[in-house]
């Protein structure tokens, strides 16, 4: 990425247009990272305006330096980078490894190729602006990018252990599959799936947060997202069906349900046409993924025995006998055999 020419200076602010922030969260720091002194603290000023307070870093390397707890920066805080190119992405690659990550905005501001954009919003930055650009056009985008990463628990709209409890499962959103979001073990009868869902859906369903949609909407989004994530965990784990094939899909390192993943699920059970076998050939596949190959065999086995004469049955058998005896040969064999088809 080439060098970026000397940022311009931003524009006056109208204060009357922008004002303080009732949405920051109470605590939060805007981390600006800017190789130039007096762009640093012009950034800072203007973000301490809105109501955060301005922690000044040389650059991507010293903004780094603050991933580290202590030096964490509280939730719901705000981190503006100037885009330096490779140093920055880097530093952005960082971030969204963290889990507090959900809870911080990053807002970069430069003059990259497009390019150079796309790759750090693919990185999770919030937003960019591209210099030159008005001090209310960077109120206005740090504002709004705060207040959609801000935590719930910080504005008091939810009873404390409600908003720590979402917080908390907001944070590992992205993270966590269907079993766990739902607290569930993942041989969870179909009663226990039912009445854990009923259980949250008490608690997390938009019709019951409805009040909190025009004073907090933020909050209200978050509770509507992560009720729809547990709707959409419940549709596929009370469904045996879909159920068997996302377990499939968690041996492949999936969390999420995924309908091209389905489709494919789908043509490789189609080897069988009773129900039975179809649902004996998922559980061969997932075995098979965990490595558990004698296990593996024994489904589709038990797929060919109510088909006896199927030939793409027998085919399939012969593939998992032979991937056997090279495994009795070399034990190693069998997580790299795992990986392929069979």
Request: proline letters at 8%.
């Amino acid at each position: 990425m080439s060098a970026h020419p000397p940022a311009p200076t931003p524009a006056p602010l109208m204060t009357e247009s922008v004002g303080p922030a009732a949405w920051v969260a109470p605590g939060a720091v805007a981390l600006v990272a800017h190789p130039l002194e007096a762009q640093r603290a012009a950034l800072g000023q203007l973000l301490a305006t809105l109501g955060l307070t301005p922690a000044l870093a040389t650059g991507a390397a010293d903004a780094a330096a603050r991933l580290t707890p202590p030096a964490l920066p509280p939730l719901g805080s705000l981190w503006v980078l100037f885009d330096e190119g490779a140093p920055t992405l880097a530093l952005c690659e960082r971030l969204a490894a963290i889990p507090q990550r959900v809870f911080w905005g990053v807002v970069a501001l430069g003059q990259g190729a497009a390019e150079a954009r796309a790759a750090l919003m693919a990185a999770g930055v919030d937003a960019y602006l591209s210099y030159p650009f008005g001090r209310d056009d960077l109120a206005r985008l740090a504002l709004s990018v705060a207040q959609r990463r801000a935590p719930v628990s910080a504005f008091g709209a939810l009873p404390p252990p409600l908003g720590t409890a979402v917080d908390k499962a907001w944070m590992q959103l992205e993270r966590v599959d269907y079993y766990a979001l739902l607290e569930l073990p993942r041989d969870a009868s179909a009663e226990q799936l039912q009445q854990r869902f009923h259980q949250r859906s008490l608690v997390l369903h938009p019709d019951r947060h409805r009040a909190l949609k025009a004073p907090f909407p933020h909050v209200y989004d978050k509770l509507n997202e992560l009720y729809k994530r547990l709707l959409e965990a419940y549709r596929v784990l009370s469904d045996p069906e879909r159920r068997l094939m996302y377990d499939v899909a968690l041996a492949r390192g999936a969390r999420r349900w995924d309908e091209r993943v389905a489709l494919e699920l789908r043509e490789l059970s189609a080897r069988a046409t009773r129900p039975e076998g179809r649902r004996a050939l998922l559980e061969a596949e997932r075995l098979r993924r965990e490595g558990r190959w004698g296990q593996a065999r024994a489904a589709v086995r038990a797929a060919l025995a109510l088909e006896p004469g199927r030939a793409e049955l027998i085919e399939l058998d012969g593939c998992y006998e032979r991937v056997l005896r090279v495994i009795a040969r070399d034990p190693s064999c069998a997580a790299a055999a795992a990986v392929g088809a069979p």
